[in-house]
């Protein structure tokens, strides 16, 4: 097996891993478990985890990396307005919705992006970003309406955090960057997840809700912390350091699908046809931007050498 190749199917069980979490998420909310208490054990176990795997393999970085003051501000702004409101926010649409609907959702990022880039450097999008402006709008309206302009397809709260979940995972990418760039992805994630592992469950008081102990939410548990989180995010990072960023994103769109089959296999959820139309929109928009950046990263290669 070559490397190319090696690095892309970690980057896709990266991309299923995660749409297994939110699978996993929604079974968790179905038998008893409150989203605030979900959120809470989330950010603390990953958290608890990541950081722990780092402390193992980085060992001097992280404690540079804590030690440095101005870093540590930036990842508690990090853990608190990226982490923590991503993860209620997804977590709430997955209750509203489902794990599909609400994945799919989130996946309009990428074109918050273009637009928040498109705004800041005063310029018009270029027409293939046009276009994937255009299938992501149309594509949300169809999965919200189902084509009826009067009425929603899908409750209003769900829509809500489905695009909020959506804003704010565009906040997780663009807020901790630099930090990202100077210490690695998995320091700054780990301390972000134990940052907000530890100031939510107390600004919620998490204490108070109850933990349904049954052997199908401690399997789900292991699947929406271990395998969806900290398993996922391992992998992605391997993968990508194999295939770019750039590829790695692009390959990670398998996400959203893996979670809309598994919402079906594992949940029994069912979707309309004009459902799949909607997230085919939305897939395609991320494809064809992921597509855009991957040609640009190319030329710019060739002309650097």
């Known amino acids: 097996m070559s490397k190319t190749l090696k690095g892309s199917l970690m980057v896709i069980t990266a991309g299923i891993a995660?749409?297994?979490?939110?699978v996993s998420g929604q079974y968790l909310m179905a038998h008893g478990v409150n989203v605030n208490l979900l959120t809470s054990l989330r950010l603390l176990l990953s958290g608890i985890l990541l950081t722990a795997s780092v402390f193992f393999r980085q060992r001097d970085k992280l404690v540079q990396a804590i030690k440095d003051r101005k870093t540590l501000v930036s990842i508690?702004?990090?853990?608190?307005?990226?982490?923590?409101?991503?993860?209620y926010a997804y977590l709430s649409a997955i209750q509203y919705t489902n794990a599909g609907t609400a994945t799919v959702l989130?996946?309009?990022?990428?074109v918050i992006i273009l637009a928040f880039v498109c705004a800041k450097y005063r310029r018009f999008p270029t027409a293939a970003e046009l276009v994937a402006i255009i299938l992501a709008i149309v594509g949300t309206f169809t999965i919200a309406t189902h084509g009826q302009i009067r009425e929603l397809a899908i409750?209003?709260?769900?829509?809500?955090?489905?695009?909020?979940?959506?804003v704010t995972y565009a906040i997780y990418i663009l807020l901790p960057?630099?930090?990202?760039?100077?210490?690695?992805?998995?320091?700054v994630i780990g301390l972000g997840l134990l940052i907000g592992g530890m100031v939510f469950p107390i600004a919620i008081q998490a204490w108070k809700y109850e933990l349904p102990l049954t052997s199908g939410n401690l399997l789900a548990l292991f699947g929406l912390v271990f395998i969806g989180t900290v398993f996922a995010y391992t992998v992605f990072l391997k993968?990508?350091?194999v295939v770019g960023a750039v590829k790695g994103s692009l390959l990670a769109s398998v996400e959203p699908v893996a979670s809309v089959i598994l919402t079906v296999l594992i949940m029994g959820d069912h979707f309309f046809a004009i459902d799949v139309v909607g997230m085919f929109l939305i897939v395609l928009a991320v494809i064809?931007?992921?597509?855009?950046?991957?040609?640009?990263?190319?030329?710019?290669e060739k002309i650097q050498r």
Request: avoid cysteine; glycine fraction near 12%.
């Open 155 to 166: 409750t209003p709260l769900g829509l809500f955090w489905g695009l909020f979940s959506a």
């Open 18 to 22: 995660w749409g297994f979490s939110g």
């Open 106 to 110: 989130q996946y309009v990022t990428p």
């Open 239 to 241: 993968g990508t350091t």
């Open 76 to 87: 508690a702004l990090f853990a608190l307005f990226g982490l923590v409101l991503n993860q």
């Open 288 to 300: 064809i931007i992921s597509l855009k950046n991957l040609v640009a990263l190319k030329k710019q």
């Open 177 to 187: 960057a630099k930090a990202i760039e100077k210490w690695g992805s998995l320091i």
